[in-house]
């Protein structure tokens, strides 16, 4: 039973460039959330995709965007890349039937911005 | 604003004692509360989850408690082992648990 997956492992961009991460969920699993880890810091939420739509987002501005295919998996887009924007950028899934369900995260892509 | 915090960065033990881990928030009631635990360069691995109206669960080494009261989680693990050396997450949420708000972990270290 695969858990969750993404793509790429690292990444190293340059500031003012676009990034695209990438997403397949858990198996059984139709809500992706993305979560930004700084350095020594806890996840911060941006956002979450169910039915291929934006449900819910955090505190993060418009440059972060996001997409859900019909499979379930998801991307998240980043624009205009500054160098705060290096992190660890988690994708978590869960089944949206089991609202309190604890998550299920892949480990992430390590993006460096130059 | 919703402020969660883990009592410290680092807690170091030795190998067979108990690691008692803290938790606190403010501005948040949360319907339910997570511990995770991370390794370097992996993404966090769910533990245990305990709702508001639980005041204790326990999953083979591990115990948390949950006072709404106080805000405050404790998360133990008892017969500590080098193995059990990792970050500690704690995770509140409301009814969704894919937007849950995480703390800033504590790093534990085990010594043999």
């Not at chain 1, 997409?67 to 887009?77: A, I």
């Not at chain 2, 919703?2 to 501005?27: D, F, H, V």
């Not at chain 2, 083979?60 to 990792?86: C, G, M, N, W, Y």
Request: contains cysteine.
């Amino acid at each position: 039973d695969a858990g969750v997956t993404q793509s790429p492992t690292h990444l190293i961009k340059t500031r003012g460039q676009q990034v695209t991460l990438r997403c397949s969920p858990k198996s059984g699993h139709d809500t992706v959330s993305w979560y930004q880890q700084a350095l020594g810091q806890g996840p911060q939420f941006i956002f979450q995709y169910y039915e291929e739509e934006e449900r819910q987002r955090g505190n993060f501005p418009d440059r972060f965007s996001g997409h859900q295919f019909p499979n379930y998996s998801s991307e998240l887009n980043v624009n205009a890349l500054l160098l705060g924007d290096s992190a660890l950028y988690l994708c978590a899934s869960m089944s949206q039937g089991s609202y309190n369900s604890p998550l299920h995260f892949g480990n992430g892509t390590r993006l460096t911005v130059t | 604003s919703q402020k969660i915090e883990q009592n410290s960065e680092a807690l170091n033990i030795q190998e067979g004692k108990t690691a008692t881990l803290t938790c606190n928030y403010t501005n948040y009631s949360p319907a339910y509360l997570q511990w995770y635990r991370q390794d370097p360069g992996r993404g966090p691995v769910f533990l245990l989850l305990i709702r508001e109206n639980e005041k204790e669960k326990r999953k083979e080494r591990l115990k948390v408690t949950f006072d709404t009261t106080l805000k405050q989680s404790l998360f133990h693990i008892t017969a500590s082992q080098p193995a059990d050396s990792a970050t500690y997450l704690c995770a509140l949420a409301n009814t969704n648990a894919g937007k849950s708000t995480f703390g800033d972990g504590t790093t534990l270290t085990v010594k043999p």
